[in-house]
Structure formats: structure tokens, C-alpha cells
């Protein structure tokens, strides 16, 4: 018998997010009144372009220099430690919003991006993309970016706006967002 672990069917996620999962300030990486925040935002949206209310979007970055930040402690948020992670419940529109930075390259030649998760119901797992920040130099030649059909990557890259950038998430239909596959998930 092998030591390691046989995966199981997934479930259902959802719809408890509600109650369970968002905790105070879940969705504000910095504190909104820094000089440097930047809002990400936007929606879930399903295959027919309707709003999903009950979804939950959680990010993880590196900061403005390009680290991956390995503090502990990323649900308890002090007002000035910057831990890379949050997570936000979308409204009964469908929108998210998280206060953050502008992450930076992980690696010469990388496109800097938000590492994003979605939850959902009706998802049997949890759903993996990025939002790569629009404008970037290295988006041209970011290897993940290069490995899809032109037509795809654009569904990758966030929208610049007055607070920031923006980000509609499409699980389903002609304008799908790209979704990963990790080894082992």
C-alpha cells in the first residue's frame, strides 16, 4: 500500500462563502488611503455573461520589487505588513475589489500578475489564472503568455482604469478567461 494519498471526486464549492470565509479586511492588502494602493476590481461572470453573486476570488502576489512575500500571518492584517494574499466575496453584481499594489516581476523577463483563484458554486474544484498587468514590456515574451494562441491572451491581461486595473472573470462562453492546471491539483 503506497504512503501517499489517493485523491477523491471533487464537490461542489459553495454557496456558504458568505458565511464562512470572508473575515475583516480580506480584501485590503494595504490600507486604501496608501499613497501607492491601486484597486484591482471586477466580475465573475458565467457562460451567458449573467453576474455570479455567491463567488469568491482570492489573489496572491509578489510585491512592487518582485518578491514573493513569506510573512505569516495573512488573515490577521496589521495596517502595514504586506503579506501578498487576500480574498474578496463578489457582491449581487458580480463585482470584486481588492487594495493592493502593483506587483513586480517574479524573474527577469516575467511579466509581473496576480496569481488568481476562483470559487465558486457549481465549480467541483477550484478554478486557477492570472491578471497580468497591462502596458508591461515583458508581456510579449512572458513565457506562460507565449504558450497560448494570440487570440487567448487577452484574457489574461487586466484593463488599466482610473483607480487601477480591472479584471472580468469569464468562466464560461467566447470571452473564457484562460484557466491553469498546477501539478498535483
Keep these: 500500500m503506497s504512503d ?7 464537490q461542489t464549492v459553495g454557496p456558504f462563502f458568505h458565511y464562512a470565509l470572508p473575515f475583516a479586511g480580506d480584501s485590503e ?3 486604501p488611503g496608501r499613497p501607492d494602493a491601486i484597486r484591482l476590481h471586477g466580475r465573475v461572470l458565467d457562460g ?3 453576474p455570479l453573486q455567491d463567488a469568491l476570488v482570492e489573489i496572491w502576489q509578489a510585491d512592487p520589487e518582485g518578491v514573493v512575500v513569506q510573512e ?15 480574498r474578496a466575496a463578489t457582491d449581487n453584481t458580480g463585482r470584486y475589489s481588492f487594495t493592493t499594489l502593483l506587483p513586480g516581476a517574479t524573474e527577469p523577463g516575467a511579466a ?4 488568481v483563484t476562483v470559487f465558486a458554486r457549481g465549480l467541483l474544484n477550484r ?5 497580468y498587468v497591462p502596458g508591461h514590456p515583458a508581456l510579449v515574451d512572458d513565457a ?3 504558450s497560448l494562441d494570440a487570440t487567448r491572451r487577452q484574457t489574461l491581461v487586466a484593463a488599466a482604469d482610473a483607480s487601477g486595473l480591472e479584471f472580468d472573470i469569464h468562466l464560461q462562453g ?5 484557466f491553469l492546471t498546477y501539478p498535483g491539483h
Design 112 to 115: 509581473p500578475f496576480f496569481a
Design 4 to 10: 501517499r494519498l489517493r485523491p477523491t471526486p471533487g
Design 48 to 50: 451567458q455573461v449573467a
Design 174 to 178: 467566447d470571452r473564457e478567461t484562460v
Design 29 to 31: 492588502l494595504v490600507p
Design 72 to 86: 505569516p500571518g495573512s488573515i490577521h492584517r496589521d495596517g502595514w505588513t504586506f503579506t501578498g494574499w487576500g
Design 127 to 131: 478554478l486557477f489564472t492570472r491578471a
Design 144 to 146: 506562460l503568455l507565449s
